[in-house]
């Protein structure tokens, strides 16, 4: 969770900043539009991942597959200081 707001330009400036420590770079964007939707596939030194950017402030970060990834994309952010983790309970939704 960023602490200041998610969609805003703050939040995303300290995005970028967080995951230039893994080398994230931007392979490509695809515009969703049915989904009112952009999806940012990013590779990094921890594979492919993407970003999922809504139009109602909501940013989710994807990595299929690669619990790797997930723990140093997780500790990047969270050394930025500007962001926080939130454990969700999945079996509260099913």
């Not at 490509?28 to 809504?54: A, C, T």
């Not at 970060?61 to 200081?81: C, D, E, F, H, Y």
């Not at 962001?83 to 939704?93: H, M, S």
């Amino acid at each position: 969770m960023f602490r200041n707001g998610s969609g805003s330009e703050d939040m995303t400036a300290a995005l970028r900043k967080a995951l230039l420590r893994i080398g994230a770079e931007l392979e490509r964007k695809e515009d969703l539009w049915q989904n009112d939707e952009i999806l940012y596939h990013m590779s990094s030194d921890v594979g492919k991942f993407q970003i999922s950017s809504d139009n109602y402030g909501c940013v989710f970060i994807l990595v299929p597959g690669n619990q790797p990834a997930i723990k140093t994309l997780g500790a990047a952010l969270s050394a930025s200081g500007l962001f926080e983790r939130e454990e969700v309970d999945f079996g509260t939704y099913t």
